[in-house]
């Protein structure tokens, strides 16, 4: 009976240890709102569908933001992601298969779903969550979305849309 009651106490021990292990880090989020209805399409380089969102710091202070864009089955295809900022005669590349990043006071991020090959067709949504080393923000974020569509022989077209109304979250 002792060998059974130590058998069983070693395994509890075992399974509450490893327990952190199991465990997804935590964003610990301040604010966040949800962006519905996106659509992710890809075929090639000339043909593809994809959104694109835009995530403005509204703040005096450095924001984490995290966006995590979620398939139709519910899986994370975040790894999609592609972080830019604005730059000379084109935008810069900042991030890259990772939909968290840094956005400095007053500043504005753009992500945008692009992987190339295979070919791919996604319906889902997308999370907006934020955090700050300032506990006392309650909104810091504003953010617009677009639909981003490149067919063969046409130029890029899409239509914009606010995200939380255009409120700040």
């Known amino acids: 009976m002792k060998s059974l009651m130590k058998l069983l106490l070693a395994t509890a021990m075992i399974l509450v240890m490893s327990g952190g292990a199991m ?4 964003f610990n989020a301040q604010g966040s709102t949800l962006v519905p209805g996106l659509r992710y399409h890809y075929r090639s380089a000339s043909y593809l569908s994809a959104p694109m969102i835009v ?3 509204i703040t005096s202070s450095t924001v984490r933001c995290k966006i995590t864009f979620i398939d139709h089955d519910g899986n994370d295809f975040s790894s999609y992601a592609n972080v830019f900022t604005g730059g000379g005669s084109t935008f810069t590349r900042i991030a890259t298969g990772t939909g ?3 956005i400095p006071p007053s500043s504005t991020r753009m992500v945008i779903m692009q992987q190339e090959a295979p070919v791919k067709s996604i319906i889902g949504y997308a999370k907006i969550e934020w955090r700050s080393d300032d506990s006392t923000l309650h909104k810091a974020l504003m953010a617009s979305g677009r ?7 046409s130029s890029v077209s899409g239509g914009n849309f606010n995200i939380n109304n255009g ?3």
């Open 23 to 26: 465990a997804q880090e935590c």
């Open 55 to 57: 995530v403005n710091n």
């Open 100 to 102: 968290e990043f840094n």
């Open 147 to 153: 639909q981003i569509r490149v067919d063969p022989g």
């Open 167 to 169: 409120q700040p979250f």
